[in-house]
Nanobody, 123 residues
Framework: VQLQAFGGGFVQAGGSLRLSCAAS????????MGWFRQTPGKDREFVAA????????YYADSVKGRFAISRDNAENTVYLQMNSLKPEDTAVYYCASSPYAYYTKSGDDYDYWGQGTLVTVSS
């Protein structure tokens, strides 16, 4: 199983980016998929997830209303649309796949991870 995350970059505050997570060896429609982020010296932080079981979406309070997670089953890809970006959103973003049917924000419940893509938001 491989998850390849891309789409990060440099953007000014208030701007938008869309991250993509292309999966191979695992069908994203059959798994709970999530996005996490991490900055140097800090613990990995849950950002968003979409359930396998009922397709509901969940967000960290810090990104609710600004970020949106979605799937494209035909492309076997998960996306994270990020709008109204803030400097505090600067981080390396990771996509991950979980065998659990329902949402989980614990990174320990995800068994495959992408390599990370850097998002930098300037003030």
């Amino acid at each position: 199983v491989q998850l390849q995350a891309f789409g990060g970059g440099f953007v000014q505050a208030g701007g938008s980016l869309r991250l993509s997570c292309a999966a191979s060896g695992r069908t994203v429609s059959l798994y709970t998929m999530g996005w996490f982020r991490q900055t140097p010296g800090k613990d990995r932080e849950f950002v968003a997830a979409t359930n396998y079981r009922d397709r509901r979406t969940y967000y960290a309070d810090s990104v609710k209303g600004r970020f949106a997670i979605s799937r494209d089953n035909a492309e076997n890809t998960v996306y994270l649309q990020m709008n109204s970006l803030k400097p505090e959103d600067t981080a390396v973003y990771y996509c991950a796949s979980s065998p659990y049917a329902y949402y989980t924000k614990s990174g320990d419940d995800y068994d495959y991870w992408g390599q990370g893509t850097l998002v930098t938001v300037s003030s």
